[in-house]
């Protein structure tokens, strides 16, 4: 779970020595001059190595709460996500 660029080396690492699951990322947003919508840098990584991503819109929803604890993951690594998460997503794993 991650969203800046600061975020992409963590993906990287995680990527290179676990199995990931699930990435995910902040919903696109405008950037730049043109403000066109692009995918965060961490979605963008995410995408060139074929690693499934979500980009709720927030991590309160229960919905979104229900499908991260439907996967029953082992472990979650969270680094500058942009919201705050919850104790039912951050209890999940």
Do not use: K, N, W
């Not at 405008?30 to 980009?55: I, K, N």
């Amino acid at each position: 779970m991650g969203t800046p660029e600061f975020s992409v080396p963590a993906l990287r690492s995680v990527a290179s020595r676990c199995e990931v699951a699930l990435v995910v990322t902040q919903p696109d947003r405008p950037r730049g001059r043109g403000q066109a919508t692009t995918p965060s840098p961490v979605q963008a990584l995410a995408e060139q190595h074929g690693l499934m991503t979500r980009t709720p819109v927030s991590m309160r929803d229960p919905q979104a709460i229900a499908d991260f604890a439907a996967l029953e993951l082992d472990a979650a690594v969270v680094v500058a996500f942009g919201q705050i998460l919850p104790a039912a997503v951050l209890d999940a794993p």
